[in-house]
């Protein structure tokens, strides 16, 4: 083939690159992007995938996602994301003492919890800023699973909560729950605060007369 002619299939391959390479970046192709913005976009997604495995597998949306009665029983209302207990389902006491061998009761919304300790009430994990967890930073989300404190600093995580099972996780996997976390629609939910137990009944007075002073 005569020089002039491969020189030019040369230059024909090095134009046609770069307009694949043009229109990847112009649509937004992540192989478009510089390696070190390639390199962050898949390590947030790994972390990302890595948080909704947590999620999903630890029991948080037993709890953090309402429930409700669908035709084959109660479940999760997937709608209302892990939004906590719902606002507009207003506890103002707690249940009945129950009797032994029963110590704790739980709302049908699975989002209450009584025992010992009062009422519990399911916090709102969403990224709402006002009402989630929006505020948060990753440093305060781990600080509050590893000392049982909300915010970290504030009042005892009550159970059901099984906050000293997860404080074992490593760094980078509470990092990627809270990724995951901040990842999901906001939901604007204001989750009350928590209930004390029922006061104790008081002692009947004693009909025993007291003893003569010597």
Not at 23 to 39: C, I, M, Q, T, V
Not at 141 to 148: D, E, K, L, Q, V
Request: proline residues 14%.
């Amino acid at each position: 083939m005569h020089r002039s002619a491969v020189l030019l299939l040369v230059l024909l391959g090095f134009l046609i690159a770069g307009v694949a390479v043009a229109l990847s970046l112009k649509e937004g192709d992540p192989l478009g992007a510089p390696p070190r913005e390639r390199a962050r976009s898949d390590e947030s997604a790994v972390r990302l995938a890595r948080g909704a495995y947590i999620v999903q597998t630890a029991g948080c949306m037993d709890c953090h996602v309402p429930w409700k009665m669908f035709d084959d029983g109660p479940g999760p209302d997937l709608s209302r994301g892990l939004s906590g207990h719902p606002e507009a389902f207003v506890v103002s006491a707690p249940p009945p003492e129950p009797q032994l061998p029963w110590v704790m009761t739980s709302a049908a919304t699975n989002t209450a919890w009584a025992g010992p300790w009062g009422v519990s009430f399911t916090a709102n994990l969403t990224p709402d800023k006002e009402t989630g967890i929006g505020s948060w930073t990753a440093e305060m989300f781990r600080t509050a699973i590893r000392t049982g404190r909300h915010l970290g600093r504030g009042r005892p995580i009550l159970p059901p909560m099984p906050w000293p099972m997860y404080r074992h996780l490593t760094d980078e996997d509470l990092d990627a729950v809270f990724a995951y976390l901040q990842s999901q629609p906001a939901v604007k939910n204001r989750v009350p605060e928590p209930l004390p137990p029922a006061a104790a009944p008081a002692a009947a007075p004693s009909s025993a007369e007291p003893p003569a002073p010597h």
